[in-house]
């Protein structure tokens, strides 16, 4: 069994700074890459930061610049530093990773998701 566990979600107020946990645990093999995804009411879940195990990162366009995805190999975390917060940045993040168990093949983890409300 693997479980990704998000932390770090919350309120804050427009033009600030929140940062964004997960971490991978279980009959882990390997990860070849942890990434968030965000989901608003109505919207469809979309990208917003990706980074393999090498270190290289593809972010959204929309938070180029004001997001940073960083991750700790040894400990199967993957982190977001989101600053500069707008309200259209409100949602719910999901952390994800390409996880190979020691029982199989490589497969997509998914965690339970943590929600970001940016309001004054």
């Known amino acids: 069994q693997v479980q990704l566990v998000e932390s770090g979600g919350g309120l804050v107020q427009p033009g600030g700074s929140l940062r964004l946990s997960c971490a991978a645990s279980?009959?882990?093999?390997?990860?070849?890459?942890m990434g968030w995804y965000r989901q608003a009411p109505g919207k469809q879940r979309e990208l917003v930061a990706t980074?393999?195990?090498?270190?290289?990162?593809v972010y959204a366009e929309a938070v180029k610049g004001r997001f940073t995805i960083s991750r700790e190999n040894a400990k199967n975390s993957v982190y977001l530093q989101m600053s500069s917060l707008i309200p259209e940045d409100t949602a719910v993040y999901y952390c994800?990773?390409?996880?190979?168990?020691?029982?199989?093949?490589?497969?997509?983890?998914w965690g339970q998701g943590t929600p970001v409300t940016v309001s004054s």
């Open positions: 980074m393999d195990w090498g270190g290289r990162a």
């Open positions: 994800n990773a390409a996880i190979l168990p020691t029982s199989g093949t490589t497969y997509v983890e």
């Open positions: 279980g009959s882990i093999l390997s990860i070849n890459a």
